[in-house]
Every structure is written in structure tokens, then in C-alpha cells.
């Protein structure tokens, strides 16, 4: 019984990655964004761009990544969503040569593009949303 157990924890642990933490649903199949962690200050991230609400960017990034470039998120239907802003991979081909834009720069810039795709008010909607649209009265601002 001790043996089946211990083997049961030992292949929930192989089967699990969670890419060094980039991947807190321990489900990833792979690490698009590797496996090592880049926490970066969000407001100084939201600040590189001024066409939408610093508010709104923070809070977005922040429940989305946690200030993790490097974040990663395995979908149900397959598909990826990486970086701050968590930028879903079929976006990546439109605003980033088709790699993982794992790095501040280029999730800002896949942030744009989903951003200006709906109008710059964030509802592109689906498969091009972006991560969440939250209001300042939703954010209490």
C-alpha cells in the first residue's frame, strides 16, 4: 500500500510543471517563457505606454502575471497565454514573429495590438481578448 502511494506522489510530481513557478497551475506541458522567473515593477512597465489607463494596465498585469514576464498559463483548449499581460498564442504570429513575447517589450507590444484591436477598449473579443477588461468604478479608482 506504502508503494503504490509513494509511486502515486512520485508520478503527480513528474506530471506536474509548473516551469519554475512560472506555471502556478502545475499543468504546462511545456515552458514557453522558460523556467526562471523575471518580477518586474509593473507601473514602470504600464508607464512605457500611454495609450490606456496606468490604473487599468497595473491592475490587469498584477492579477494576470503577478509582475512575472515570464508567466505562463496553459488553457483548456491547448492554447498558451504568456508574459504581464498574458497574451494568448494566437496573437503572438500578429505582434511578435510568432514567439512567446516573454519579455516586457514584446508583451507590451502584443498588449497594444490586442488593445487597438478592439477599439482600444479591450474587448476584442474572443480569441483576440485581452486577459481581463476591467473599468476604474470595477478597479475603485
Given at each position: 500500500?506504502?508503494?503504490?502511494?509513494?509511486?502515486?506522489?512520485?508520478?503527480?510530481?513528474?506530471?506536474?510543471?509548473?516551469?519554475?513557478?512560472?506555471?502556478?497551475?502545475?499543468?504546462?506541458?511545456?515552458?514557453?517563457?522558460?523556467?526562471?522567473?523575471d518580477?518586474?515593477?509593473?507601473?514602470?512597465?504600464?508607464?512605457?505606454?500611454?495609450?490606456?489607463?496606468?490604473?487599468?494596465?497595473?491592475?490587469?498585469?498584477?492579477?494576470?502575471?503577478?509582475?512575472?514576464?515570464?508567466?505562463?498559463?496553459?488553457?483548456?483548449?491547448?492554447?498558451?497565454?504568456?508574459?504581464?499581460?498574458?497574451?494568448?498564442?494566437?496573437?503572438?504570429?500578429?505582434?511578435?514573429?510568432?514567439?512567446?513575447?516573454?519579455?516586457v517589450?514584446?508583451?507590451?507590444?502584443?498588449?497594444?495590438?490586442?488593445?487597438?484591436?478592439?477599439?482600444?477598449?479591450?474587448?476584442?473579443?474572443p480569441?483576440?481578448?485581452?486577459?481581463?477588461v476591467?473599468?476604474?468604478?470595477?478597479?475603485?479608482l
Amino acid at each position: 500500500m506504502k508503494s503504490v502511494i509513494i509511486f502515486a506522489l512520485l508520478a503527480t510530481l513528474t506530471l506536474a510543471n509548473t516551469c519554475g513557478g512560472n506555471c502556478p497551475s502545475n499543468d504546462c506541458p511545456g515552458c514557453p517563457c522558460g523556467e526562471s522567473k523575471d518580477v518586474v515593477n509593473i507601473a514602470s512597465a504600464c508607464a512605457k505606454y500611454t495609450g490606456w489607463s496606468s490604473g487599468c494596465c497595473e491592475c490587469i498585469a498584477k492579477h494576470e502575471s503577478g509582475g512575472n514576464a515570464h508567466a505562463a498559463n496553459h488553457n483548456s483548449n491547448g492554447s498558451y497565454d504568456v508574459g504581464l499581460w498574458q497574451i494568448n498564442d494566437i496573437n503572438w504570429k500578429s505582434c511578435n514573429g510568432g514567439k512567446a513575447p516573454c519579455d516586457v517589450e514584446s508583451n507590451l507590444r502584443c498588449a497594444e495590438e490586442v488593445f487597438k484591436w478592439g477599439g482600444n477598449t479591450g474587448d476584442s473579443g474572443p480569441p483576440l481578448m485581452l486577459a481581463v477588461v476591467l473599468t476604474e468604478d470595477e478597479m475603485g479608482l
